[in-house]
């Protein structure tokens, strides 16, 4: 009898967990960090955390800033040093697997395609997709700067450009053994640029849109999602949010001309912007990215799970979650998030903080009552 | 003893000035602390007037939208007075009240749609039929008693914006309001328009509903903005009722959203809804306007969308901080039952469920917490 009664327990327990999974899941389908892909050197390091650390933390949604640095065979032109190897990935990808995490990986697509003084592979070994060849890359980098340059973009309209790029971003996909990729797309400053012969003249939105669709299409047609940051999407003027997490360069109309289906990551580290209601109620699914102010971070989750709580049948879906960032090397993060290391930054904030307070709150939400919504 | 006389002084000035400072926290707040009352009748204007000082100053109403409508007996535009229609001596003795209450009070009048209900045409198209947007939509003895839904899609008729005669009587009947009623802003409905740019229109067929909506918000802005006056509307047309799942009520199904982008951003948003606290605060906001919510008859929503206004102006930025401007209670019954039932002398009966009368008493409950 007592054996019954302790099989009848273990089987309610394990029912109620599933269903309290499946319930933290319909609240917050995305639950994610983004990291930088590690070195060969940090791979095991990696896959440790993510089955120490992510795994138990209940997060579903790894996204992977990998670049060129795999080693690509379509492309060995545009592969880095210290280049993950497909039996590399494949390890990580097992331990997603494993571990019910979704894995994205990130390749920066139309902007920064250059860092500090340095130009990106893909302008490296293809000057010609260089957007204003006529900028030369610095000496020392210093921002503000004459050249107004950030990070360089590639030409959106060279006739050559995606046969190049497009190979690449298949043969992350195939490796990743992903339904989705994510292809950056943020701070976007050089577009339509008035010396490029193709670009000039032209409306920087339409020329925004234009790239975010025909990334958008070519995915499409093997039913992989794509993800990107939202920042030019949003007027960065009227909105008062700025240059960087929203777009001063006129980008902005383009949110009514992309495709519904392409998922927006909406990134605001300082203040916690109801910008996840604005992309929602355009119709798109949202998701809202904190990095290092623990106190933003958690305000950043109520908002999701309550604009959630209170949305309409056709919006409810678009709030679809959280995904934190990290910007600094997955070494680094893993040596900090372990004590090993300081987290130094003279912006202020704490990004280690931050993640485990927001994986704690999410922890302790109450999922049942942000799943209801009575009429009172 | 001079230091005791400095502490007490600094006691009193600090306990005489601190409702001051409490009150000015409030319009920092909330700019906005009202409600919206249909225009009482000339019989009910004492009773309206002693609402006023009684209730709405006491509870720091700062915001009263009067929907009078062409309830008004105008010297300009007779041919547009309704029946049970105010005298100027009747406005006066709000306006009167209002200014001693401190409250702001903002007349009303059903622009562009709202031309009629259920079978009886409004005043403008009564006096001018010529500028019936539909003139083909049977309005007597109609088969389908005009109920709603009917063949005609038929809520309410609209007048034609393209009409050339049109706004020469409306700018007179809207100058007037305002000057008698001494207001620095107007209100002029806008909401659920939905005939508009009508197929057998002469002037409108095939043009863009969202240009003609957006045309007819800039014309009347720009008319006001001539004496500095600004301009209230129901912001229902320029959300898209699709996309949002918000529906064609308190949103948009006949394509004018667009019209978000295309109207002057100093346009006073009222953003109304009933069933749910939507974020639509927000959107507007981030767009550039001030934005007021406006709840109705569920107490829980209300509270909600009230914490949503203060939470969204907590953290927000400079540029939109002010565009979180606050709260416009609705009560969409004669001023008379509301009153009525306010004192509890008559019930709240609403087929739709909650209770207007218990959301306000929420509202303002909550608001009178937040500062002193």
């Not at chain 1, 060995?76 to 994205?104: H, M, Q």
């Not at chain 1, 039913?223 to 980008?251: H, Q, V």
């Not at chain 1, 916690?272 to 949202?286: H, I, L, Q, R, S």
């Not at chain 2, 003139?135 to 005609?152: Q, R």
Request: with cysteine; charged share 25%; glycine share 6%.
């Amino acid at each position: 009898m007592k054996k019954i009664q302790l099989i009848f327990c273990i089987v309610l327990l394990i029912h109620v967990n599933a269903k309290a999974q499946t319930n933290l899941d319909k609240l917050l389908p995305v639950r994610g960090i983004c990291m930088s892909a590690p070195d060969p050197e940090g791979l095991d390091q990696f896959i440790d955390f993510i089955n120490n650390e992510l795994v138990p933390r209940k997060l579903n949604t790894l996204v992977i800033r990998i670049g060129y640095r795999y080693k690509y065979k379509s492309h060995p032109e545009l592969v880095s040093e210290n280049a993950l190897s497909k039996s590399d990935v494949k390890k990580i990808v097992t331990a997603c697997e494993k571990g019910n995490i979704r894995i994205i990986p990130q390749i920066n697509l139309l902007g920064h395609q250059s860092g500090g003084n340095r130009l990106g592979n893909l302008l490296k070994t293809y000057p010609e997709f260089d957007e204003t060849p006529h900028i030369e890359m610095p000496e020392e980098y210093v921002w503000p700067n004459p050249d107004n340059l950030y990070c360089k973009s590639y030409c959106p309209l060279h006739p050559e450009v995606h046969t190049v790029v497009f190979d690449v971003v298949d043969e992350i996909v195939k490796a990743f053994k992903t339904d989705a990729f994510h292809a950056g797309m943020d701070e976007v400053f050089y577009l339509g640029d008035d010396k490029c012969p193709r670009c000039q003249g032209k409306d920087k939105a339409e020329l925004f849109a234009g790239e975010v669709t025909t990334i958008r299409n070519h995915l499409a047609q093997n039913d992989i999602e794509l993800w990107i940051w939202g920042d030019r999407l949003l007027d960065g003027k009227t909105t008062g949010i700025g240059l960087w997490e929203a777009s001063y360069n006129n980008t902005h109309r383009a949110i009514d001309m992309i495709p519904k289906d392409v998922v927006i990551n909406d990134w605001h580290y300082e203040r916690p912007d109801p910008t996840a209601a604005y992309f929602a109620m355009k119709g798109f699914k949202v998701i809202t990215c904190p990095w290092r102010f623990p106190e933003v971070t958690k305000t950043q989750l109520d908002m999701m799970v309550n604009f959630k709580k209170y949305a309409t049948p056709d919006t409810k879906d678009n709030f679809q979650g959280m995904l934190h960032t990290i910007w600094t090397g997955s070494d680094n993060f893993i040596n900090q998030f372990y004590g090993r290391e300081e987290v130094k930054t003279n912006r202020g904030g704490n990004w280690v903080d931050a993640f485990k307070a927001l994986f704690d709150e999410i922890e302790q939400l109450d999922v049942d009552y942000y799943l209801e919504y009575e009429k009172k | 003893m001079l230091m005791k006389n400095l502490i007490t002084s600094i006691f009193i000035v600090l306990f005489i000035s601190s409702p001051l400072m409490g009150q000015q926290k409030l319009d920092e707040i909330l700019p906005v602390r009202g409600i919206c009352l249909s225009s009482p009748n000339p019989d009910g204007v004492d009773k309206f007037v002693n609402f006023i000082r009684d209730e709405l100053v006491p509870l720091k109403v700062n915001t009263l939208v009067i929907l009078i409508d062409y309830g008004y007996q105008f010297k300009s535009r007779p041919e547009l007075t309704g029946e049970n229609a105010l005298s100027t001596e009747d406005v006066k003795k709000i306006v009167q009240a209002c200014k001693e209450g401190g409250i702001r009070i903002i007349p009303q009048i059903n622009l562009l749609g709202h031309q009629s209900w259920f079978q009886s045409v409004g005043q403008l198209l009564k006096a001018y039929p010529e500028f019936n947007e539909t003139p083909y939509v049977p309005m007597e003895g109609g088969s389908t008693d005009l109920k709603w839904p009917n063949e005609w899609g038929l809520y309410c008729l609209s007048y034609c914006p393209l009409h050339p005669d049109l706004h020469d009587v409306l700018f007179d009947a809207i100058d007037e309001m305002v000057e008698v009623f001494e207001a620095d802003a107007f209100h002029a409905g806008m909401d659920e328009v939905f005939y508009l740019g009508d197929d057998k229109c002469p002037r409108c067929q095939g043009r863009d509903k969202a240009e003609l909506f957006a045309g007819e918000v800039t014309k009347i802005r720009n008319h006001l903005a001539q004496n500095g006056i600004e301009l209230w509307i129901w912001g229902d047309r320029l959300l898209d009722g699709r996309a949002t799942g918000i529906g064609f009520w308190e949103a948009s199904y006949n394509n004018t959203h667009r019209a978000i982008d295309m109207i002057p951003k100093d346009v006073v948003i009222n953003d109304w809804h009933y069933e749910r606290p939507d974020p639509t605060a927000a959107y507007f906001a981030l767009k550039g306007f001030k934005v007021i919510t406006c709840p109705w008859r569920f107490p829980e929503v209300t509270k909600t969308q009230l914490q949503m206004m203060i939470d969204f102006k907590k953290d927000a930025t400079p540029e939109v901080k002010d565009n979180y401007h606050g709260m416009l209670h609705t009560t969409w019954t004669s001023a008379d039952n509301f009153i009525d039932q306010y004192y509890a002398r008559k019930e709240v009966n609403t087929g739709r469920g909650g209770n207007y009368v218990e959301a306000f008493k929420v509202l303002f409950k909550e608001i009178n917490k937040l500062g002193n």
